[in-house]
């Protein structure tokens, strides 16, 4: 009887020790995939930190920032680098040119709408975010910050020009009903609260 219990425990153990055996593997070839995709996100993640610059030389090196100055590597940042090297303007002077044309188009833009359409947001959001692309795509290009102490000033600038006079629905006073209902809730609930306590005191006493 006992050689019987010895042959019969052998296949169940060797089959505990496969199906062990495929479980670690499984785990294993998960935690290998995992920390693959973790090192591809990772990898894919830090590239586009990396900025590449391309170097502009002046044709007269005594004006501006020198020789040479860096720009961005973008298609577009060709036209306004060329610019500065075609003006004798250091990069700050620049891109103080550059940001009064990107507020002349605003203001083109604007000046084509009737100045009853200023205070629409619909109708100015276009103007606007072209105005913001541009100032923040020129920065981008000669390698400042943004946004900037001149973006802010402009966008001040441009705030008292157009949209002063346009109403501000979270300074508005609310409605003449809306104030009379806040006023009268709690002095109608001072009565009523008085009453209440008046009858828990009687009923109170008389249980006493």
């Not at 920065?139 to 346009?166: G, M, S």
Request: hydrophobic fraction near 35%.
């Amino acid at each position: 009887m006992a050689h019987i219990s010895i042959s019969t425990s052998k296949p169940a153990g060797t089959l505990l020790f496969w199906v062990c055996l495929c479980l670690m593997v499984s785990t294993l070839k998960t935690l290998v995939q995992n920390e693959q995709k973790q090192t591809v996100r990772q990898t894919t993640s830090t590239m586009p930190t990396e900025v590449q610059t391309t170097a502009y030389t002046r044709a007269d090196p005594g004006y501006g920032d020198g020789g040479t100055f860096g720009c961005d590597n973008k298609s577009i940042c060709d036209t306004y680098c060329s610019i500065c090297v075609h003006y004798p303007w250091r990069t700050q002077q620049c891109y103080e040119m550059l940001v009064q044309l990107c507020q002349y188009n605003f203001d083109v833009a604007m000046g084509s709408m009737n100045s009853t359409d200023w205070c629409s947001l619909e109708k100015v959001k276009s103007a606007y975010n072209n105005f913001t692309v541009c100032s923040e795509t020129v920065a981008e290009c000669l390698l400042l910050p943004w946004p900037n102490q001149l973006v802010e000033q402009t966008f001040v600038k441009i705030h008292t020009t157009y949209f002063q006079e346009c109403p501000t629905e979270a300074l508005r006073d609310p409605p003449p009903s809306i104030i009379l209902a806040l006023v009268m809730t709690p002095i109608c609930l001072i009565p009523v609260m008085v009453v209440l306590v008046v009858l828990k005191t009687k009923n109170g006493d008389r249980r006493s």
